[in-house]
């Protein structure tokens, strides 16, 4: 058949281009590795690297720029499965997925590995209950098949109001992440780093909409996969001799797990050294608890008599015979920064306490899951384990991003295999992560634990004066050796620091940088460009002026994307909150609104208006109402419900969302018959008679 | 549009088969999860069990229950008729 043919000659041009490109890119890695043996200094092969890959996207924005409403909407409907595949994959694993991911492994061990199974898992429920339903829909946007499969304008206006709220929390993690990346490999300030970034972002989704996002996003995705492989298969290489680090890490894994033991027992002669550590933040700790319980016996009093104390020290060191200056400084320094007032001294003290009774702590077991102090604690531990699972899996089952990237495949039978590419290629790199954290754990207990502080290793060396947040390391105990509980490590450090402690040149670091420029970028597009589309198409073209020409509609949605572009960089230079809530806001709170409206939908032919407006307000509201109530951010600090955490909060919204449908549903009269053909036409792949839903 | 018995197999077959699938997806996730501590008293490859199927296992099983959707949908168009002509 004609389209057959003309899909098979596309995809052989595909495959050749990219094939091209990789090769083009390994080379100028090659050169810029070249450069780097011949002496250029360091920042500018940094420069060259952001500088090239943001010129290539911007390239790729350009040669696709298009102004055909299907071709800006859903990339013409005939993006190949396996090129789709490697699209959502780009689109899909962000910044926190690159630079984040392997770091939350090495802090947290087991329990980091609800995300490893969560940001995968949801992908099942992608394939079996969405992708291949919305393909034959065919329309343009997520809130579009709410509106049809519903009816009425206010089923997607709710849909437009939550996919808006959901992106545009999530697209802030992402230009944050921007931000930081440029910040730091290019020395520029974060503000401007943020703003040079989303120049990237815009040249090309501006210019071409989806079909210019997709073809970045595949360019996108090849260099975050081998930015993140050549670090970790290297430092599997140096560490077992075998490069498949995913295969052979479970025996460093229980290298590592032998001596966290050894750490952990005080008989032993390492274990004697970190106790002496502990002991000494236990110490630190004793002494912020005795200053709050002695504020709260004696008040303001209490503060007046220590701070005297103190000046008196200084006084006495002052007066002796022979003054010591450092002494006389350090005193001094405890007098003027001794707090001023009550509310003062409890904030420091409390925080004191809490940070030092937490480095007393013996080492946490990497692959205990759920490690607590009693079978309580392990049981709270657990459920929100389980519970998180939960929300990212729904979560990613309903981020209207990632939904609409089905829409670009040239039929059902290409999307359902579609997923599969999808969650093949985001699985290469999330199987790896928690290798790279085992491998860089072995790496600071066998190497770095034990030397000695005048011969730190370099890279320890450097990342300490780089960013003290990322790597924190003092002689607490003084006895010049290192000690594990004298080390703080900031999760972003792993993947940054990979290259490094490897031992490989400067040029893989760029290297690393421009991946997770890529993480960043990629789904930052994909973010906007669901922003705009819902602005523009669903509210502008479809609710407010029908008659709207294509050219206008067009224009609406780049107007638009520039607007909100700006508006979410504004918003990210002002650094709000943390970025691993900032997403895991975003799932809990697109898994409530349109999970179980989606899906009742599809399966459900009685589901009705009423189901869905009740289902999704319920939903979402009560997934805010409980973030707001209970996050720290918002100050209100109520007390959780069964012990979930406020990133879990769709637990609650999730089941909500669908007792809403069925109670609304089952009050009202049943769908009209056109609807309930619409239902059965999303069924098949090809009806007799079958209806042409695919908007052009 | 009337839809035939064929139709209405179709679809229960497809039915079947999603529940097939999530039941073993709900098992890998949250079953095995909920054991973690248990079976990590079994040693596989090395790795503590229950540590490998959170890091690695049940990964494998999703992307092999994606594939085998796949397939088994695709070809069950062709049999029952609703497959697309062009692709």
Known sequence: MATQSANATFFKQLQKYYTFYTGGFIAFVIVVGILEQMGVPSKILGYLFLGATILLYAGIGVMSKTADVGEYYVAGRRVPALFNGMATGADWMSAASFIGMAGTLYLSGYDGLAFVMGWTGGYCLVALFLAPYLRKFGQFTIPDFLGARYGGHIPRAIGVFAAILCSFTYVIAQIYGVGIITSRFTGLEFQIGVFAGLAGILVCSFLGGMKAVTWTQVAQYIILIFAYMIPVVWLSVQQTGIPVPQLVYGYQLQKVTAQEKVFNDKTTPLGAKEESVRAIFRDRAATADANLKGLETGGAAFLTTEKAKLEAKVVELKAAAAPDAKAIAAAEKSAKDYPADAAAAKKAWTAAKAGNAARAVPVKAHAEPFAAKDEAARDIAKKNFLALIFCLMVGTAALPHILMRFYTTPSVKQARQSVFWSLFFIFLLYFTAPALAVLAKYEVYHNLVGTSFAALPAWVANWRIVDPTLMNITDINMDGIVQLAEIVIGGDLIVLATPEIAGLPYVISGLVAAGGLAAALSTADGLLLTIANALSHDVYYKMIDQNATTTRRILVSKALLLVVAVLAAYVTSLKPGNILFLVGAAFSLAAAAFFPALVCGIFWKRANQLGAILGMSLGLGITAYYMYMTYPFFGVNAPLWWDINPISAGIFGIPLGFIGVIVGTLISPAPSKEVQELVDHVRYPSLDGDLNSNAA | ?87
Not at chain 2, 8 to 31: H, P, S
Not at chain 2, 50 to 70: C, D, K, P, R, T
Request: glycine share 8%; hydrophobic share 45%.
């Open chain 2, 1 to 87: 549009m009337q839809l035939t018995q064929r139709h209405k197999e179709y679809w229960q077959r497809n039915l079947r088969m999603t529940a097939i699938l999530l039941a073993i997806w709900f098992v890998v996730t949250f079953v095995v999860s909920y054991y973690a501590r248990e079976l990590n008293g079994v040693t596989f490859f090395g790795f503590p069990f229950g540590f490998y199927m959170g890091a690695q296992g049940s990964l494998v099983i999703y992307v092999v229950i994606i594939w085998f959707y796949a397939r088994y949908m695709n070809t069950l168009d062709e049999e029952y008729g609703v497959h697309e002509g062009d692709d």
